[in-house]
T-cell receptor, first 114, second 115 residues
Framework: AQSVTQPDIHITVSEGASLELRCNYS??????LFWYVQSPGQGLQLLLK??????LVQGIKGFEAEFKRSQSSFNLRKPSVHWSDAAEYFC????????????FGTGTRLQVTL | KAGVTQTPRYLIKTRGQQVTLSCSPI?????VSWYQQTPGQGLQFLFE???????NKGNFPGRFSGRQFSNSRSEMNVSTLELGDSALYLC??????????????FGPGTRLTVT
């Protein structure tokens, strides 16, 4: 079965430091991959997506992610974190065909210290 | 362009009652998906509607149902509420096709509390 793993439940970084959130997926075909961010009590905001082509994708708010097929990974990065980036981040894989739904990872909560 | 809207934002219901949640997708989007988010189970897919037809369904009991109207607005109904149905219910809209794009845009959610 298709699945998404986010191994880090909680990460704390200092403002201005770099960030990398890990995501591994299990999916038979070429995956459609997404990263979403959720602030407390809010819905999910799409940060970036990967469908095909260039494996390094740029998103909003200065985030980028790299698709590595050999490692089944789609890690999210940001060179310099801002306090406003504190939130929960979800990686998701989209199933095409008869099961067109998003499967989410369990999320990584990011705390930013000043 | 207006985003996805969900009404109501908050609901408190009693066990055994039923509830209807509403979702208005982004203009031009024909696919609406519903997700349940709880601390214990995370984000789980309920069902997806595309052009008024249920295209996919997750592993939820029959108490959870939905529909989509000709203007793409969607409603979700939960009958005979249980305490475990307390959750944030998220609606997401998408063009829903390979040509149009599969990325889903989420509404703010409806927080349902069952007492």
């Amino acid at each position: 079965a298709q699945s998404v793993t986010q191994p880090d439940i909680h990460i704390t970084v200092s403002e201005g430091a770099s960030l990398e959130l890990r995501c591994n997926y299990s999916y038979g075909a070429t995956p459609y991959l997404f990263w979403y961010v959720q602030s407390p009590g809010q819905g999910l905001q799409l940060l970036l997506k990967y469908f095909s082509g260039d494996t390094l994708v740029q998103g909003i708010k200065g985030f980028e992610a790299e698709f590595k097929r050999s490692q089944s990974s789609f890690n999210l990065r940001k060179p310099s974190v801002h306090w406003s980036d504190a939130a929960e981040y979800f990686c998701a894989v989209f199933h095409t065909g008869t099961a067109s739904k998003l499967t989410f990872g369990t999320g990584t909560r990011l705390q930013v210290t000043l | 362009k207006a985003g996805v809207t969900q009404t109501p934002r908050y609901l408190i219901k009693t066990r055994g009652q039923q509830v209807t949640l509403s979702c208005s997708p982004i203009s031009g989007h024909r696919s609406v998906s519903w997700y349940q988010q709880t601390p214990g189970q995370g984000l789980q897919f309920l069902f997806e509607y595309f052009s008024e037809t249920q295209r996919n369904k997750g592993n939820f009991p029959g108490r959870f149902s939905g529909r989509q109207f000709s203007n793409s607005r969607s409603e979700m109904n939960v009958s005979t509420l249980e305490l475990g149905d307390s959750a944030l219910y998220l609606c997401a809209s998408s063009r829903g096709t390979l040509a149009g794009g599969y990325e889903q845009y989420f509404g703010p959610g409806t927080r349902l509390t069952v007492t």
